[in-house]
Nanobody, 121 residues
Framework: QVQLVESGGGLVQAGGSLRLSCVASGSFFSINAMGWYRQAPGKQRELVASITSGIRTNYADSVKGRFTISRDNAKNTVYLQMNSLKPEDTAVYYC???????????????WGQGTQVTVSS
C-alpha cells in the first residue's frame, strides 16, 4: 500500500505564489510517473502537470510558463511551484503517482487526499 500526502495549499492573492509538495510513503519497488491534477467546483478533474521518472515534464496549456513540476526521487517527493497565480487556478489539487510494486512488479495508480488552493482577486 502506498500513501500520497500533499501539503502547501492555502489562500493567496492573485499574482502570488505557492509551492505544493507530495510525499509518497509505503512499500514499493519504484515510483514511475507522478503528476498534479486539480478539480474546481462543478468541473471535471484535469491534469495540471506530470513528470516521468526520467524527468520528462508535461503541462496543461493554462499553466505553461507559470507552474513548474519537479521531483526528488531520493525523497519520493514531487513538487509544484505555482507562480503568477490567477483566480481561475482555484481548485483542490491532487497528487497522483504510478507505482510498481514488489514481487511480480504489478503497477498501480494512487491518489492523494487533495489540498485546497484558493486565489483571491
Amino acid at each position: 500500500q502506498v500513501q500520497l500526502v500533499e501539503s502547501g495549499g492555502g489562500l493567496v492573492q492573485a499574482g502570488g505564489s505557492l509551492r505544493l509538495s507530495c510525499v509518497a510513503s509505503g512499500s514499493f519497488f519504484s515510483i514511475n510517473a507522478m503528476g498534479w491534477y486539480r478539480q474546481a467546483p462543478g468541473k471535471q478533474r484535469e491534469l495540471v502537470a506530470s513528470i516521468t521518472s526520467g524527468i520528462r515534464t508535461n503541462y496543461a496549456d493554462s499553466v505553461k510558463g507559470r507552474f513548474t513540476i519537479s521531483r526528488d526521487n531520493a525523497k519520493n517527493t514531487v513538487y509544484l511551484q505555482m507562480n503568477s497565480l490567477k483566480p481561475e487556478d482555484t481548485a483542490v489539487y491532487y497528487c497522483n503517482a504510478d507505482v510498481t510494486a514488489w514481487g511480480a512488479r504489478p503497477q498501480y495508480n494512487y491518489w492523494g487526499q487533495g489540498t485546497q488552493v484558493t486565489v483571491s482577486s
